[in-house]
């Protein structure tokens, strides 16, 4: 496994948020469809874009799991990589460093997708579009 830094990108919870409207209003066949054919993870992963390209390869590895589709073989080759740190979203972190407890943490890693965990992405829910 190779790891990567995480990026500083302050507008991750902007793209995810993004994502998970894209999901509701496309389904989940035609987004990892969409996903394949209009994201160019090269290029965001060549940019130092880590977190966008390994979320990105940990949603579709998901719906593929949960659709009963096998994993496209265009992600294959992110697959051997994994964030160097774990990542929270921001309501977590923020939570944390106020009250420096950990059990929430420990129970966003309990609750969090498989898919995502191997790359060190702690989400718990790619369906949070209203």
């Known amino acids: 496994m190779i790891l990567l830094e995480v990026d500083k990108d302050k507008s991750f919870p902007l793209f995810t948020s993004h994502l998970s409207h894209e999901l509701k209003r496309k389904g989940d066949i035609e987004f990892i469809n969409t996903v394949l054919l209009e994201e160019n993870l090269d290029t965001i992963f060549s ?6 390209t390994l979320y990105l390869v940990a949603m579709i590895e998901y719906l593929c ?6 994993v496209k073989k265009e992600i294959q080759k992110y697959q051997e990589y994994k964030l160097k740190d774990l990542t929270f979203f921001d ?3 923020t939570y944390f460093h106020v009250t420096e407890k950990t059990d929430l943490k420990e129970q966003v890693m309990r609750d969090s997708l498989p898919e995502f965990l191997k790359y060190n992405i702690a989400e718990r829910n790619v369906r949070r579009a209203v």
Request: aromatic share 6%.
């Open 47 to 52: 940019s130092g874009q880590y977190r966008r």
């Open 65 to 70: 799991r949960i659709n009963n589709v096998p």
């Open 91 to 93: 309501d977590v972190e």
